[in-house]
């Protein structure tokens, strides 16, 4: 009987959805984007992951924001190999906007030891503004509404410091 109730219920979730898309002329994806604007304007709290298709069993990103004004961005190699990890702090500075400063750097070598990056080198002081904006990413796997850096007010293709954009993955637990 439960899993008829949950069937149920995700049906008629999905029509919703649908008969909200109609109303507001937006296909169901588009939906998800303006979704995602409402619901990360003041910070992007959760984890993400590179919106890149099947390219992320290559290369991928993820990112933590957490609620307390932390987190951490991952770089992955070749089939998941650690490539590196940035931890920074964040705050919300307004509507899609939010401020980063790096606190740690650390990379990964091919040799698997890891190396602490020169401070003075890599980490400021600074806080960098980032704007963002949520849009319809196409890859391989098709299209998928993900995070982006706004610059100049022209999203682009790619979000802070990755070379991807940002696909929510979930909440933080």
């Known amino acids: 009987m439960m899993?008829?109730?949950?069937?149920?219920?995700?049906?008629?979730?999905?029509?919703?959805?649908?008969?909200?898309?109609?109303?507001?002329?937006?296909?169901?994806?588009?939906?998800?984007?303006?979704?995602?604007?409402?619901?990360?304007?003041?910070?992007?709290?959760?984890?993400?992951?590179?919106?890149?298709?099947?390219?992320?069993?290559?290369?991928?990103?993820?990112?933590?924001?957490?609620?307390d004004g932390t987190g951490t961005?991952?770089?992955?190699?070749?089939?998941?190999?650690?490539?590196?990890?940035?931890?920074?702090?964040?705050?919300?500075?307004?509507?899609?906007q939010i401020a980063c400063k790096i606190t740690s750097i650390v990379w990964t070598e091919d040799d698997e030891t890891e190396k602490e990056a020169d401070e003075e080198e890599t980490i400021s002081d600074c806080w960098v503004t980032v704007d963002y904006d949520f849009q319809l990413v196409n890859t391989d796997g098709g299209a998928i509404g993900a995070m982006c850096s706004v610059h100049d007010g022209k999203i682009a293709d790619h979000f802070w410091i990755s070379f991807d954009p940002a696909s929510y993955s979930g909440p933080i637990s």
């Open 3 to 67: 899993d008829k109730e949950i069937f149920d219920y995700f049906r008629k979730r999905s029509a919703a959805r649908a008969q909200q898309a109609a109303e507001l002329q937006m296909t169901e994806d588009e939906m998800d984007v303006f979704h995602s604007r409402q619901r990360f304007h003041n910070g992007p709290i959760g984890h993400w992951s590179s919106a890149s298709g099947t390219f992320g069993i290559v290369m991928s990103d993820t990112w933590e924001f957490r609620p």
């Open 73 to 96: 961005y991952n770089e992955y190699g070749p089939f998941g190999g650690s490539r590196g990890e940035t931890q920074f702090d964040w705050k919300s500075t307004g509507d899609c």
